[in-house]
């Protein structure tokens, strides 16, 4: 199945945007986009750059089965051991959280967006992602864009 990811605020601080699964709509919350020598942003501080992906099956530490982005073209892989010369990112997922430091170059999605205590998150991540197991399987491959929305808010330091 194929997913859309459409970005429309990049700040300093964040990626803003709506992840689309079977016609169900998620707000998305990742870390800001950060230029890197290496493709794919900077690792562990970066969203992924826009683009065409796989979206893998991948199983974290504590036993969730979650998705894992992969695009090796854009220098983004499944596992640290399938980078060439150690360059590029890895691991970079789908998973629950609802604020951007509970993220680390991945994507957390919920049903809405607000500012808490003057930081934006998105709300309910756990039953968003659990409403996603429940449109696609989690235990196949699936293909997702990434692409920013025409009119974009971008307010990016330079």
């Known amino acids: 199945m194929k997913l859309t990811l459409e970005r429309f605020?990049?700040?300093p601080t964040e990626v803003e945007g709506v992840l689309t699964v079977a016609g169900?709509?998620?707000?998305?919350l990742e870390r800001p986009w950060i230029a890197h020598t290496?493709?794919?942003g900077l690792p562990f501080k970066s969203c992924?750059?826009?683009?065409?992906?796989g979206?893998?099956?991948?199983?974290?530490s504590n036993g969730d089965r979650v998705l894992c982005y992969?695009?090796?073209?854009?220098?983004?892989?499944?596992?640290?051991?399938d980078r060439p010369r150690d360059a590029g990112r890895y691991k970079c997922l789908q998973h629950p959280a609802n604020y951007v430091h509970q993220v680390v170059g991945c994507t957390a999605a919920g049903d809405d967006r607000i500012i808490f205590e003057g930081k934006?998150?998105?709300?309910?991540?756990?039953?968003?992602f659990d409403r996603m197991r429940e449109l696609i399987d989690f235990d196949l491959?699936?293909?997702i864009e990434i692409r920013r929305t025409a009119g974009a808010i971008e307010t990016l330091r330079r």
């Not at 992924?48 to 992906?53: L, R, T």
């Not at 934006?120 to 968003?128: D, G, I």
């Open 141 to 143: 491959q699936h293909r």
């Open 70 to 81: 992969v695009n090796e073209s854009l220098g983004v892989y499944y596992a640290k051991a």
């Open 38 to 40: 290496d493709a794919g």
């Open 48 to 53: 992924i750059p826009d683009g065409h992906y």
């Open 55 to 60: 979206l893998f099956p991948y199983t974290r």
């Open 9 to 11: 605020s990049y700040t």
């Open 120 to 128: 934006r998150m998105v709300t309910n991540s756990r039953k968003a």
């Open 24 to 28: 169900v709509d998620f707000f998305t």
